[in-house]
């Protein structure tokens, strides 16, 4: 049990294109979800983290407006990049916890490069 | 301040014991966990210490010591498959998670 998903695993898009991420929990209400980005060779950074039905709350240096969080249900969490810029590129976690557990349960990433 | 301190990176030989340390100081304490993560993968979850002592999980253990914000992950019977960075992560009282920059680990037959 605890399965989460991401789609997609890889994306590539241009330089000012919008990308949306999806982040699912298959076999679980998550009750809260959290975006981590990873660039090569680093570890893990906290983007934000959001609630069922309410706004997320971003981590400092995260750009609210260019890093868009949707929690809109207990098992689905969208992160849109706005306006993508190379520097953008990097891989792209998602983690859920359901209203018990201690645990979080990550999906696969997805890898993302902005040319 | 919050930060967790684990070494960068440790070698060790296939089918020895290695020692993993991490310290921390986060604004209060709701557990401590160790992740593997191999290259261009999502973390995977190792272990969960919330009180002082050792927990055993086949050939990985945790320990936490509270009062000394101290904890170690020991790998015995090392495989090469267990080549992968490992981070420690601490649960502060809101309910993140602190993360340390994880410690590479290269196992040499």
């Known amino acids: 049990g605890a399965v989460v998903s991401q789609h997609p695993s890889r994306v590539i898009c241009k330089s000012g294109t919008s990308v949306k991420i999806e982040c699912r929990s298959l076999d679980f209400q998550a009750t809260t979800m959290f975006w981590y980005r990873q660039f090569p060779k680093q570890s893990l950074m906290l983007m934000a983290t959001s609630n069922e039905g309410s706004k997320a709350t971003y981590e400092q240096g995260v750009e609210k407006d260019k890093f868009l969080i949707n929690h809109a249900s207990l098992t689905l969490s969208t992160l849109t990049v706005t306006s993508a810029h190379p520097e953008d590129s990097s891989f792209y976690i998602c983690?859920?916890?359901?209203?018990?557990?201690?645990?979080?349960?990550f999906g696969p990433g997805t890898r993302l490069t902005v040319t | 301040g919050q930060n967790i301190d684990q070494p960068t990176e440790m070698t060790a030989t296939e089918g020895a014991i290695v020692q993993i340390n991490c310290t921390y100081q986060?604004?209060?304490?709701?557990?401590l966990f160790w992740y593997q993560q191999h290259a261009g993968e999502a973390p995977t979850f190792l272990s969960y210490n919330v009180l002082d002592g050792l927990e055993e999980k086949g050939r990985f253990s945790s320990f936490l010591s509270r009062s000394k914000g101290y904890s170690y992950l020991l790998l015995k019977e090392l495989q090469m498959k267990d080549s992968a960075s490992y981070l420690c992560a601490v649960e502060n009282s809101n309910y993140q998670l602190i993360w340390g920059a994880g410690t590479k680990l290269i196992i040499k037959p």
């Open positions: 986060t604004s209060g304490f709701n557990g």
């Open positions: 983690s859920a916890r359901g209203h018990r557990d201690y645990e979080q349960y």
